[in-house]
């Protein structure tokens, strides 16, 4: 009578440990797939699902890291905004979080925001255009000329439009003097200068003697 009862209580022992669940989760979830979308400067993140074996775990959160920080967790939906964002470049990755409390990163997304007041790059060619195509004033004997020596007063630009010109009148003077400082350099342009001095004054002498002697 006593095997017999024995026999009773273990196999009632046996389906009563067998119908309580018993999950062992050793594994990691799977990496969400991450992708970004940029709204001026809002960043909108979404992922797809992780999975977790065995199921009897699960997924219990996800968390949000910007530039290796995390900045929120606890997270149980596939989407997350970061809004109000300084200009720059920002990268974002997700984690998924099992119930056993494995981790799992997904692909990294970089988010730039580029601000709409960037001054464009104002560099010159050696051809003397500027990068919109239009050719560059230029100063020749404090004249304002323009390419092919054509003089513009009052020089604006309105659009792509190309400016009338018209050639400006040679400064005969100023290239006079040029030619000679050019061919004798500075100190033999002033000798000459007061050689022509003495000649005028020795002619407006001449003249004054002449007036006097008809007096």
């Not at 797809?48 to 997924?59: A, N, Q, R, V």
Request: hydrophobic fraction near 35%; aromatic fraction near 8%.
């Amino acid at each position: 009578m006593k095997k017999i009862s024995l026999i009773i209580l273990g196999i009632f022992l046996i389906n009563f440990i067998s119908a309580i669940p018993i999950c062992v989760d050793l594994n990691a979830p799977s990496p969400p797939i991450l992708s970004s979308e940029i709204t001026g400067t809002d960043v909108t993140l979404t992922w797809t699902e992780s999975t977790d074996i065995p199921d009897c775990s699960g997924i219990d959160y996800y968390e949000i890291a910007r530039d290796e920080i995390i900045i929120d967790e606890q997270i149980t939906i596939l989407t997350y905004m970061d809004v109000e964002l300084p200009y720059g470049t920002y990268s974002y990755i997700v984690y998924a979080v099992d119930k056993a409390g494995h981790k799992t990163p997904s692909n990294e997304v970089n988010a730039p925001l580029e601000s709409p007041f960037v001054q464009p790059d104002t560099d010159t060619s050696s051809s003397g255009r500027s990068p919109s195509g239009r050719t560059n004033p230029q100063i020749d004997d404090g004249i304002l000329l323009t390419q092919g020596s054509s003089f513009t007063p009052n020089a604006s630009f309105e659009g792509d439009e190309e400016i009338e010109t018209f050639d400006a009148p040679p400064n005969i003077f100023s290239r006079i003097t040029g030619a000679v400082i050019g061919t004798l350099g500075t100190g033999g342009t002033i000798v000459v200068s007061i050689f022509i001095l003495g000649i005028l004054g020795s002619v407006v002498t001449i003249s004054m003697m002449k007036k006097r002697r008809k007096n």
